[in-house]
């Protein structure tokens, strides 16, 4: 395709996988092979997020309604739900396996001072208490009620009556004859205003929350791939390299 991204990643390697997994009770291992999950996951919310944010900047001054520009919109509300319901699951993951990277053998990975710092940065983050932090409080509730649990609809129910309630227009769709032509725009705002509810709830100003969670994203990313970072250098040899260039567009 001729439209994707010159994504700029470095040259491939090859670890045997006994050395990232090296059995059943491999806690580190384990550890490790969920964040590097969840770094994938964060890192593709990001890149829609940032797309989608640009594009809608872009092909929307002044702004205008339509059906492109409201599936952009769509979508990056979307990349806000999913990486804030992305972030609590981590900051969970670190809770659940404190003990873990307290132990010898976490320290023995041998972050960089820079990395450690970055590490710490998030631990601080996890292990902060949902009463003490409004944004923990807030990645909680989203994970809890917006960013999934679809069989859980009253919240995003009341937050659709909410935001219509508000607004003279109407509920806006596209239903073609294919999934492609098609979209649920008022579901989007139904999950935009639950977004602003959870975040006014956790003492969070609803107008700039979503540059938080950004921000915090940004942290979260440069922390886990330091770990991650450590965790391969250690067990596999592998250490970062620039960008293979000569692939990055393919």
Avoid at 57 to 86: C, D, H
Wanted: glycine fraction near 6%.
């Amino acid at each position: 395709m001729n439209d994707l991204p010159h994504f700029g990643l470095a040259e491939l390697h090859a670890i045997e996988p006994e050395r990232l997994l090296t059995s059943d009770d491999d806690e580190l291992g384990a550890f490790f092979l969920a964040l590097s999950l969840a770094f994938n996951d964060l890192k593709g919310v990001l890149w829609l997020s940032q797309i989608m944010n640009d594009a809608y900047a872009r092909e929307n001054t002044p702004p205008k309604v339509s059906p492109r520009g409201s599936q952009m919109a769509g979508l990056s509300v979307q990349a806000t739900r999913y990486a804030a319901g992305i972030i609590h699951e981590i900051l969970k993951l670190l809770r659940e396996h404190r003990s873990l990277l307290e132990s010898k053998e976490f320290e023995e990975l041998g972050l960089t001072p820079a990395g450690r710092e970055k590490w710490r940065e998030l631990e601080r983050f996890a292990y902060s208490r949902e009463s003490e932090n409004p944004l923990v409080r807030a990645f909680a509730a989203i994970r809890n009620s917006v960013a999934f649990h679809y069989y859980e609809p009253k919240n995003v129910a009341k937050s659709f009556r909410e935001r219509f309630a508000k607004s003279a227009g109407n509920a806006i769709l596209s239903v073609g004859r294919s999934s492609e032509q098609t979209r649920f725009y008022y579901a989007d705002a139904a999950a935009q205003t639950a977004l602003a509810r959870c975040a006014t709830a956790s003492n969070l100003d609803a107008d700039t929350w979503e540059n938080q969670v950004r921000s915090v994203l940004r942290i979260v990313l440069e922390a886990t791939m330091a770990g991650l970072s450590a965790f391969v250098a250690t067990r596999g040899g592998i250490f970062p390299h620039d960008a293979d260039m000569s692939t990055s567009s393919r």
